[in-house]
């Protein structure tokens, strides 16, 4: 049973979550190890500037927010807003919780037909990543601000 959901891209904030409608019970931050945060997935509304993926790293981690959600069920209400299994595929992974457990949960890999290289986010999405700050260290909070970013195409 997994209950619960690791984001590592807009979804870290907490705002945005609840307006999607998942029913949290709990959350921390996390991290993913043996990943690494990109900018490859294109927008599916603005195809020049990219959203957060995630991509196998020996050595590397990201951080994000584990959400512990009130059952196994809830996260095919995110399914959706990921365009999966589109855009994205949902897969479980293990994070180590601020708290020091090991957790499974679920987190999304953008598929390899909507990716693209050299791409940067826009900074009203790069926002959104910023808006988890109260659940990231503080190195890659100001990792995570210096992030090149976009014109914003609208």
């Known amino acids: ?34 990943f690494e945060l990109v900018f490859d997935k294109v927008s599916k509304k603005h195809p020049g500037v990219a959203h957060a993926n995630v991509v196998y ?18 996260i095919l209400k995110m399914d959706p807003f990921e365009t999966a299994p589109w855009n994205y595929g949902r ?15 679920w987190t999304y890999f953008a598929n390899r037909a909507v990716r693209q290289s050299g791409l940067k986010p826009p900074a009203s999405y790069l926002a959104q990543l910023l808006a988890g700050r109260d659940y990231l260290s503080v190195a890659y909070f100001e990792w995570l601000q210096a992030i090149e970013c976009a014109d914003e195409p609208w």
Do not use: K, W
Not at 14 to 33: F, H, K, N, S
Not at 60 to 71: D, K, P, Q, R, T
Not at 91 to 105: G, L, Q
């Open 1 to 34: 049973m997994v209950d619960h959901y690791f984001a590592y891209g807009s979804n870290m904030n907490p705002e945005r979550v609840r307006m999607r409608g998942l029913d949290v019970v709990a959350m921390q931050g996390a991290t993913l190890c043996g």
């Open 57 to 74: 790293a020996p050595g590397c981690e990201v951080e994000g927010v584990i959400y512990a959600l009130s059952s196994e069920d809830e």
């Open 91 to 105: 897969d479980v992974v293990r994070v180590e919780a601020a708290d020091n457990r090991t957790i499974s949960a």
